[in-house]
């Protein structure tokens, strides 16, 4: 089978190692990829956001399955036109995808299938949360402990231009949990748990995800989860007559009145999609091949028995700036010697060198029969890459054991 993957980051690498086990791949290749793809599969210079210049790849390349990675592209329509275009493709629709691309229409679909939530507060009063509606790539959420942290969220929310959601404050461990949908039915992978802030001990600005593991002992049963919150989600959007098909993350807060939605996404996550790959045992290929073509029954992707870590390098200035260009970066193999793998996020290769070329640059991920060694592996290849001005969290699954 011919596989085109759409995407450049640590998610896509990592997506690219999990489908290169599959007997059934014949051919590897990614668009835009980055460096560390390009040693598996085959990489070509078209952007996620060239929906027809994708389109062409896919046809000229006569690729059997695409696997589309970030959610704008799929908010954009890109598996609406590659369907259109006769190629089977593991992602949604833009109206699915509209589950991650819209707050509102995400909360009409929870209320529609029963789903737990954070309430909607009609008169925003503190203690509460500011959400404004659209993509804003984790900026557009807004904490409100105080009236006055209200005032500068409902201010901040209204300047992202959307319409703003006002939440009731949920408390509570968070968590991941992704399963693979082909329309109907809801195959769970494993739980994993993200790290969002910058900063140790969860301090400072949001940012795309510094750190996951897995599995998440908290979580309680991974197929109860899906069963309850993924399941009658799917079954609403199959309802309305826009099916999933695709990666269905739901980003829920373990609240003690009970598991509550905070999100869902229509992707895989990143960085947990590193982990929870890191872990998977079984055909990943044909189960994401099985969703696309609408008959995962029978279908099931195992997780191994070890536990997963990754932790992310960024550059100096992320999460405000995800442009950190042109450093050298060195010390990957050294690190691979001790059986972590670097997945490649923000990188590119600059007259036959490795330099940094985004905002989270690298994703060092380690397995082990138990999350705490599993990090040790990983912090110990963390400390061997380097690039001028890089910055890690230093408490990625801190304390788990
Ligand atoms: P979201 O983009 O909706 O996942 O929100 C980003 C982060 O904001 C979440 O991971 C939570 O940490 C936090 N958050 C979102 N909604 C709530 C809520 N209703 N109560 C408490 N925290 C929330
Ligand atoms: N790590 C969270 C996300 O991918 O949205």
């Not at 929906?51 to 690729?63: K, N, T, Y």
């Not at 009063?125 to 500011?130: E, G, L, T």
């Not at 826009?242 to 509550?260: E, V, W």
């Not at 070890?306 to 050294?334: E, K, M, N």
Request: net charge negative; charged share 20%; with cysteine.
């Amino acid at each position: 089978m011919k596989v085109l993957l759409v995407g450049s980051g640590a998610r896509e690498h990592a997506l690219a190692r999990g489908l290169t086990k599959s007997p059934s791949l014949s051919e590897l290749h990614a668009a835009p990829g980055n460096p560390g793809i390009a040693e598996i599969g085959t990489c070509h210079p078209v952007r996620v956001d060239d929906i027809e210049g994708l389109v062409d790849l896919a046809q000229s390349l006569r690729i059997d399955l695409v696997v589309v990675g970030p959610e704008a592209p799929l908010v954009a329509g890109l598996a609406d036109q590659l369907r259109k275009a006769g190629i089977a493709t593991f992602g949604p629709s833009a109206a699915a995808a509209e589950i991650e691309g819209s707050k509102a229409f995400a909360k009409d679909v929870l209320d529609a299938a029963g789903v737990p939530t954070a309430r909607i507060l009609d008169v925003p009063k503190a203690p509460c949360v500011v959400k404004a509606d659209g993509l804003a790539s984790g900026k557009g959420v807004f904490i409100c402990n105080t009236e006055d942290e209200l005032a500068e969220g409902l201010a901040g929310a209204r300047a992202l231009g959307d319409t703003v959601v006002v939440e009731e404050m949920l408390t509570g461990p968070e968590v991941s949990v992704f399963a693979l949908c082909d329309g109907s039915v809801a195959v769970p992978l494993a739980s994993a748990r993200d790290f969002k802030r910058i900063g140790d001990g969860d301090t400072g600005p949001n940012t795309g995800g510094m750190g996951a593991y897995s599995p998440v002992a908290d979580s309680g049963d991974l197929a109860t989860l899906v069963a309850e919150i993924h399941q009658p989600v799917l079954d609403e959007l199959a309802r309305r007559g826009t099916p999933f098909i695709g990666c269905l993350f739901a980003g829920l807060m373990l609240t003690p009145d009970g598991p509550r939605v905070l999100e869902f996404n229509a992707r895989f996550g990143d960085p947990e999609t590193q982990v929870i790959v890191a872990r998977l045992e079984g055909d990943l290929l044909a189960a994401l091949a099985a969703a696309a073509a609408g008959d995962l029954s029978g279908v099931s992707i195992g997780t191994g028995a070890d536990a997963a870590v990754t932790i992310v390098v960024a550059g100096p200035d992320y999460p405000a700036r995800s442009d950190y260009t042109g450093a050298a970066i060195t010390g990957i193999d050294d690190a691979e010697s001790d059986g972590a793998f670097v997945f490649h996020g923000g990188t590119a290769m600059h007259d036959g060198a490795l330099v940094t070329n985004g905002g989270r640059i690298l994703s060092v991920t380690a397995a082990g029969p138990t999350v705490r060694e599993a990090r040790e592996t990983a912090y110990t290849a963390v400390a061997k890459v380097a690039f001028a001005g890089a910055q890690h969290r230093n408490d990625i699954a801190g304390g788990v054991e």
